[in-house]
């Protein structure tokens, strides 16, 4: 369901202060399956031209990846496709600086520039969670930037006769995506109510997808199923990044046995 694409960049466009997109090249063969389909995206280091992975077949490269040198193998990071057409995708990076080598490749990233990515070849791939049942008649949605590209997604394919309340955290203004289909409410970091406040002040509705920063959406998603009651599979929530951590960190705490991207209460 899954295979590596050789990617390279068409073209970038900065939508705001914040969000930059990079539309890259893809085969017909990479198959999104819309919402907040996830994929794997490898940068290269500071130092290196292109990202470094192991020469084996597809199937065995998660075990060899990663007895490469953590300095020389591709960084992994996680991304959402925001939109596909025929020929080309886009990502929208949230960028936060050069500390992260995604953030870092991104706002660096020229038409004619590579990346690996391992992507999905059919639309039922085990990547997608927005699934609100059809039975939803109200849907709540809130996440911060990083999660905006898989807003954007869901907001588009919302089950007909569903309605949703739609809370997105931007550090600035200008971040607000205008174009989005149907209302959100935009709460600028450190000026307005946090995404928290506003998701317990949200209304009451029958199925809800949490996304961002992973303290934040352990606390909007217990409210919700502990405060409220709703039911926990009426809830899809995943922690995208966490604060004062990278990725590896985090995937290093997967395999060790904890739980960062997946429930928990
Ligand atoms: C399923 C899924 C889908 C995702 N989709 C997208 C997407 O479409 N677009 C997108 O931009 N991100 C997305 N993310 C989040 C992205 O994978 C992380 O932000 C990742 O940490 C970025 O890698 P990096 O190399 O830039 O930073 P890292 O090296 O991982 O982290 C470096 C530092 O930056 C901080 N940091 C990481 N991300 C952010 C952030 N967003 N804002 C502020 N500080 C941050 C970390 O706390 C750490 O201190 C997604 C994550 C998941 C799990």
């Known amino acids: 369901m899954f295979r590596f694409f050789d990617l390279s960049v068409i073209r970038t466009a900065r939508l705001s202060p914040t969000m930059l997109r990079v539309t890259f090249a893809v085969p017909a063969d990479f198959v999104s399956g819309g919402r907040d389909q996830r994929f794997k995206l490898f940068f290269p280091h500071p130092h290196q031209d292109r990202p470094v992975m192991p020469d084996v077949p597809d199937d065995d490269w998660f075990a060899a990846w990663r007895a490469l040198d953590p300095d020389e193998r591709a960084v992994m990071r996680t991304f959402t496709v925001r939109a596909q057409r025929p020929g080309e995708m886009d990502v929208d990076f949230a960028l936060h600086g ?56 869901n907001l588009e394919s919302l089950p007909s006769g569903a309605s949703a309340h739609v809370y997105v955290q931007i550090a600035h203004d200008d971040d607000r995506q205008d174009d989005l289909p149907g209302p959100v409410t935009w709460l600028v970091r450190n000026r307005d109510v946090s995404l928290a406040d506003a998701v317990q002040n949200a209304p009451v509705v029958d199925y809800a997808w949490l996304a961002g920063e992973a303290a934040t959406v352990r606390a909007m998603r217990r409210h919700l199923v502990r405060d409220r009651g709703m039911p926990r599979d009426a809830v899809e929530f995943m922690g995208y990044w966490r604060r004062g951590s990278s990725e590896e960190n985090l995937l290093a705490e997967t395999l060790a046995g904890g739980t960062p991207h997946t429930p928990e209460d």
Do not use: K, M
Request: hydrophobic share 45%; charged share 15%.
């Open 98 to 153: 050069d500390l992260g080598p995604a953030s870092r490749w991104a706002s660096r990233a020229r038409p004619g520039g590579h990346l690996l990515a391992l992507g999905p070849t059919a639309p039922d791939n085990g990547g997608v969670e927005f699934a609100p049942p059809a039975s939803a008649r109200t849907i709540l949605i809130a996440g911060d930037e990083s999660a905006l590209p898989a807003i954007g997604a």
